[in-house]
């Protein structure tokens, strides 16, 4: 199971880009470390603005299931 930060979109620049990282980011993460399930968690608003598309996207590359947490959710693998 890998933990990351809920993506920014793409195109984000500036410190964004530099705090969190962007779907193709979480992509690669996943797959280098060969994960079987990404949670995304710390929803911000920039990333809720664009959250299913950028779900969609990651979903889009990643074959394993993808998980957006909720508050206080017990995730298993």
Do not use: W, Y
């Not at 060969?34 to 598309?53: D, I, Q, W, Y």
């Not at 998980?67 to 298993?76: G, K």
């Amino acid at each position: 199971m890998l933990v990351m930060h809920m993506p920014v979109p793409e195109n984000i620049g500036g410190v964004g880009r530099n705090l969190h990282a962007p779907p193709s980011v979480i992509v690669k993460i996943a797959a280098e470390t060969g994960t079987g399930k990404p949670v995304l968690s710390h929803f911000m608003a920039c990333s809720l603005e664009n959250r299913e598309e950028n779900l969609d996207q990651i979903r889009s590359q990643f074959s394993g299931s993808v998980v957006a947490a909720e508050d206080l959710e017990c995730v298993t693998f």
